[in-house]
């Protein structure tokens, strides 16, 4: 199938692209690798008249550290991130998704910033980001805005994102002494989307949780922190029974071969091995 037909940009400024957006509206998409938004446009479930391709825009792909944390811009691929000894040390838990994030073909071509603006509900990285109370930043014509991660996805494929601005870098908090971090998921096949999948993380005292961070993907149409099976947790209940308050807790999706009952059987199944393991 052929895309319907578009006119095409390429800023050489993150000013400029700004000023496309801003005067072409709901009309424009940003082209970052293209990995989601080009087979969107080949299938005509995405038409946009203006395709503004900021790929080449200088410095949307650096990933360096900043106060207490790791700044990763919107350009950044998967496969650079995964090979990061930064993201490594800093962010554990972005380095055990990043496996898992499609296959490498689409990996050497697609961004941070673009998994992030599309928010597939059962993409692995936003589910991270909620998990680990990332701060995205979005620049427009009115200025810079910065929006918690948690606050930013709003639904299938629904952001907080408005029209004319573009989303320019995450800031990850540093992953603090004591904190473990593990991200499992269940596919038909590695590195197809999650039919479920658990961002999280734990900080111990001796043996003993005290604080924890739960986020799932491919449950719910947007990842959110799970409040009440953190706090089981927290409170020195097994994970076992942090299972059926999360449980509870979901409001699953179901579909034909994914019924809901099935996603929350797998959800707490998720979060038992990674008691195992965090």
Not at 253 to 275: F, K, N, T, V
């Amino acid at each position: 199938m052929k895309p319907a037909r578009f006119d095409y940009a390429r800023p050489a400024s993150v000013s400029e692209a700004v000023m496309l957006l801003a005067r072409h509206g709901t009309d424009a998409a940003v082209l970052a690798g293209g990995q989601s938004l080009m087979p969107m446009m080949a299938m005509r479930l995405a038409t946009p008249g203006l395709l503004v391709d900021i790929g080449r825009l200088p410095d949307l792909d650096r990933v360096e550290p900043k106060d207490d944390h790791l700044v990763i811009g919107a350009l950044a691929t998967h496969a650079a991130l995964l090979a990061s000894p930064l993201v490594r040390a800093s962010a554990p838990l972005l380095a055990e998704a990043l496996p898992h994030v499609a296959h490498p073909a689409i990996r050497n071509r697609g961004t941070l910033g673009g998994s992030l603006a599309l928010a597939d509900p059962a993409a692995e990285l936003p589910a991270c980001m909620v998990c680990l109370d990332a701060e995205i930043t979005l620049v427009s014509l009115r200025g810079e805005r910065v929006v918690l991660a948690g606050d930013f996805f709003r639904g299938v494929y629904g952001t907080d994102r408005e029209p004319d601005e573009l989303l320019v870098s995450v800031a990850v908090p540093v992953a603090r002494e004591g904190w473990r971090f593990s991200f499992g998921e269940v596919a038909h096949r590695h590195g197809d989307f999650a039919l479920a999948g658990l961002a999280f993380g734990a900080r111990r005292e001796g043996r003993r949780i005290v604080e924890s961070r739960v986020a799932y993907c491919g449950i719910e149409d947007a990842p959110r922190r799970l409040l009440a099976t953190e706090s089981c947790l927290a409170a020195g209940r097994s994970f076992v029974e942090a299972r059926e308050v999360a449980r509870r807790e979901l409001e699953p999706g179901s579909s034909r071969d994914a019924p809901a009952a099935w996603r929350r059987r797998l959800a707490g199944a998720l979060l038992e091995r990674a008691g195992r393991t965090a």
